[in-house]
């Protein structure tokens, strides 16, 4: 694998896709989505073997991640291990002293050496609480000018159980290496978790790129890719603190990408096969009350161009069934050229997106699949929500509305909104008049619209229509027949 298996994933949904957004754009078509979902499962995996080794004429070392238990790769024996290793179930584990990962080390042939893991709980039902720092270990330079450096070593790795980092707590990915003429290695993931809970009121960040020195003696060395901030394969994230995506490396070799910023939080799988709405005993698997940011990205240093510019992190990859309630702040990085990265991205299906009007999110949300967009609102009213970025709802895609006789939920859009799908209105109680009308959705600018809409009430007809730059849902009692 090169440091980029991830750039075509985030090239396609970076917003730079407006051009997607532009009037004249068309859907993406299917086989699109599928390799968008294929390319977020590639960088989930990432997780599993720390940050990526970087290309060249011998390849890095990858960090310690799960497949490796935590140790580095292509190191020397004493170098890039995990330094806190526990198979054994049920461990209960508080860290209050600074853990380091081990530094990567040089190999006599090859790339950089990995760096290790801080702690790796490979048992089930650990219970891990972080109270201080730990420190993915940085990879290695390369041995030769032409080879990969090393990848970072993950802060922690936790296959099942419970991660609490408290406030004074800091759980963070290893950096990267450089390179003198192969690519940088790749950050190493903040906090790794396969299935359990992780509740955060600190700080979680994904390790930086490693750069590349340039020139290269193969004509194209990369940057490496920042590490992402958290990487749950089927667990629940509850986040009152900060979890952000490592920073891309550069480059400085001709015609050579620098890395691309890491994902704050990718959820690969959820468990949102939630009741019909209005149920109880739904728990959101990102509940987010805290801050959750992309990592930036950078540009070649030595050749600034427009595709030589690293893509900015995400804020928040789902794939499937990953319900996400946002009350806090969710933001994409910045990309090499100074522009705002994507907030959230809903690649797969059956996943479930609800914004509440205390939260912020920064960047363009996208659904790709069969998902829900909701607000939401303690008191169950209607409520009004914003999205400075840009707004896209493919064809399956569902918008949630609640009404009351008098209002309705709003969502502003500070940029484009390219619409498709559904709206699904959920009526409350009351008496309402033959005709009502809701500005449900209003943007700087709109495409497409919605194909259809469905009431939960049979006496209400729904319909929707654009006017202008807002959608308009009027709501007409149905004649009672005679």
Not at 179 to 206: A, E, F, K, P, R
Not at 411 to 426: W, Y
Not at 432 to 439: C, E, I, L, M, P
Not at 441 to 463: E, V
């Amino acid at each position: 694998m090169t440091t980029r298996c991830t750039c075509a994933f985030r090239d396609r949904i970076a917003l730079k896709s407006s051009a997607l957004l532009a009037p004249t754009a068309p859907f993406l078509p299917r086989l699109t989505t599928v390799l968008l979902t294929a390319t977020l499962s590639l960088a989930a995996s990432q997780a599993l073997a720390g940050g990526q080794g970087g290309a060249g004429t011998q390849a890095g070392g990858e960090g310690g991640g799960w497949i490796n238990q935590g140790n580095g790769a292509n190191t020397d024996p004493n170098d890039g291990r995990a330094t806190v290793s526990d198979l054994s179930a049920n461990t209960v584990r508080e860290f209050t002293t600074i853990i380091h990962g081990g530094v990567g080390g040089t190999a006599p042939t090859g790339g950089g050496g990995g760096g290790g893991a801080a702690a790796y709980f490979g048992g089930t039902n650990a219970t891990v609480t972080v109270r201080s720092n730990l420190l993915g270990g940085s990879g290695w330079i390369g041995y030769s000018p032409a080879e990969g450096g090393g990848g970072g070593g993950d802060g922690l790795i936790v296959k099942d159980g419970t991660v609490k980092v408290a406030a004074t707590g800091q759980v963070i990915g290893g950096d990267a290496t450089y390179s003198m003429g192969g690519s940088g290695g790749g950050g190493g993931t903040g906090l790794y978790l396969g299935t359990g809970v992780v509740q955060n009121d600190g700080l979680i960040v994904g390790g930086v790129g490693g750069y590349n020195d340039g020139p290269a003696p193969s004509g194209i060395a990369l940057g490496g890719d920042g590490g992402a901030g958290v990487i749950t394969r089927n667990g629940r994230v509850v986040n009152l603190g900060r979890i952000e995506g490592g920073a891309g490396g550069t480059s400085m070799t001709p015609a050579s990408n620098a890395g691309n910023g890491g994902e704050g939080v990718i959820i690969t799988e959820g468990s949102n096969s939630h009741q019909p709405p209005g149920a109880g005993n739904r728990l959101p698997d990102l509940d987010n009350q805290g801050h959750i940011r992309g990592g930036n990205a950078v540009n070649n240093l030595n050749y600034p161009d427009l595709y030589l510019a690293g893509s900015a992190g995400t804020g928040v990859l789902a794939e499937n069934n990953v319900y996400i309630l946002n009350r806090g702040t969710i933001a994409g990085g910045i990309d090499g050229n100074g522009e705002q990265g994507p907030a959230i991205a809903l690649l797969g299906n059956g996943n479930r997106l609800e914004l509440t009007n205390s939260s912020q999110t920064i960047g363009s949300v996208s659904s790709f699949g069969h998902n829900t967009l909701a607000l939401n609102s303690p008191d169950g009213k209607p409520a009004t929500a914003t999205i400075t970025g840009n707004l896209f709802l493919s064809p399956t895609s569902t918008y949630e509305v609640r009404a009351t006789p008098s209002d309705a939920d709003r969502l502003t859009v500070n940029g484009k909104a390219k619409l498709g799908g559904t709206v699904s209105v959920l009526a409350g109680s009351g008496t309402y008049a033959a005709s009502t009308r809701y500005t449900i959705l209003s943007a700087q600018s709109l495409s497409g619209s919605f194909a259809s809409a469905t009431s939960n009430l049979a006496f209400l007809t729904p319909t929707v229509a654009n006017e202008g730059n807002d959608v308009v849902l009027t709501l007409a009692l149905r004649q009672a027949p005679k």
